[in-house]
Nanobody, 123 residues
Framework: QVQLVESGGGLVQAGDSLRVSCTASGLTFSAYALGWFRQAPGKERLFVAA????????TYADSVKGRFTISRDNNKNTVYLQMNRLKPEDTAAYYC????????????????WGQGTQVTVSS
């Protein structure tokens, strides 16, 4: 049974930093590209960042480029999203996802999803 479990969300102030993590089990972690998506209440789920299986390729949404960094540790089966200079508009539930076919920005290509962790940025 594949499980993706996010952690590290919380309430922070604008300008602060926060790192969320996602630990996977039940799959060959190093064979999967991983992505982070976010969803605010009443809005669609949006792509944030993704990283290739080997970690050598990353891609970001324009809204977070230069502020967020995705990374992975294949020895720990964990993917991270380091978020700096947070803004109130970054407030959302953050979801990690795994994709066997490779790195991508469309939610529909991802095979497995976590339950999400809430990030709230106050102004």
């Amino acid at each position: 049974q594949v499980q993706l479990v996010e952690s590290g969300g919380g309430l922070v102030q604008a300008g602060d930093s926060l790192r969320v993590s996602c630990t996977a089990s039940g799959l060959t972690f190093s064979a999967y590209a991983l992505g982070w998506f976010r969803q605010a209440p009443g809005k669609e789920r949006l792509f944030v960042a993704a990283i290739s299986a080997g970690g050598g390729i990353t891609t970001y949404a324009d809204s977070v480029k230069g502020r967020f960094t995705i990374s992975r540790d294949n020895n720990k089966n964990t993917v991270y999203l380091q978020m700096n200079r947070l803004k109130p508009e970054d407030t959302a539930a953050y979801y990690c996802a795994a994709n066997r076919a490779g790195i991508g920005q469309r939610a529909s290509v991802y095979d497995y999803w976590g339950q999400g962790t809430q990030v709230t940025v106050s102004s």
